[in-house]
């Protein structure tokens, strides 16, 4: 069967409630109001969780030394320029960022699978991403790398829906077709096989484009 969009995110939960034996309940109420007072959540990898986390969504615990690692949170970069591409693309101009009470939030974290779709409306995927920087190729950790392009100027693998990047200022090229996301999702079948025959293949790459991004220091900041 195949499998609906859903993106793999690691939320950290707070250390006191662990310790003191709180139920998962209780560690995602913590982190959900965060969510829901800020619009969001910067979480370690630099995915921004904008949706409370609900209990359907696989959740999962790391909740002790065996399977959780220390961690300490940076300070993401979040200026106008951030606030004004987010605010507009989620509504989401200010996430919460877990440096403020990083010696709380220091290890234990749970996973959870977003089901939120990977584009948002209107948004439409302009080109493959062929390279990122000279020295490397793209391999996003789910395996299915296919980073692509889109019309809101940002990089993201479709395949599991993890936002690489975005561009400052969109590409000054100009593109003739966007495929949407429902469009992307209908192309392939259940195994990945891409079924639809408007979409080209060539050298192993889906699409109408392609373009290359010189991009180091992946995946640094959102805005470069
Ligand atoms: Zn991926």
Avoid at 123 to 131: D, G, Q, R, S, T
Wanted: with cysteine; charged share 25%.
């Amino acid at each position: 069967m195949k499998v609906p969009q859903s993106t793999l995110i690691y939320a950290h939960v707070r250390r006191e409630l662990v310790e003191a034996g709180a139920s998962i309940e209780v560690l995602l109420a913590d982190v959900n109001a965060k969510i829901r007072e800020h619009g969001g959540i910067i979480l370690a990898n630099k995915q921004i969780l904008r949706r409370p986390i609900e209990l359907g969504w696989d959740v999962e615990g790391y909740l002790d030394d065996y399977t959780s690692t220390p961690f300490v949170h940076p300070e993401c970069e979040w200026r106008e320029a951030q606030r004004q591409y987010f605010g507009d693309l989620w509504g989401s101009p200010a996430p919460y960022q877990y440096v403020s009470e990083r010696d709380q939030y220091d290890q234990f974290c749970i996973s959870a699978r977003d089901p939120t779709p990977y584009l948002v409306p209107g948004e439409l995927i302009y080109a493959m991403v062929e390279a990122i920087g000279e020295r490397r190729g793209i391999e996003c950790p789910c395996h299915h790398t296919q980073i692509v392009y889109t019309s809101r100027h940002r990089l993201l693998c479709m395949g599991c829906g993890q936002l690489y990047r975005v561009l400052a200022r969109p590409l000054e090229q100009t593109f003739d077709v966007g495929i949407s996301n429902e469009r992307w999702e209908s192309a392939f079948d259940d195994h990945g096989e891409l079924i639809d025959d408007e979409l080209e293949v060539r050298g192993g790459r889906v699409g109408l484009n392609s373009v290359s991004v010189p991009i180091d220091g992946f995946p640094a900041n959102y805005l470069h």
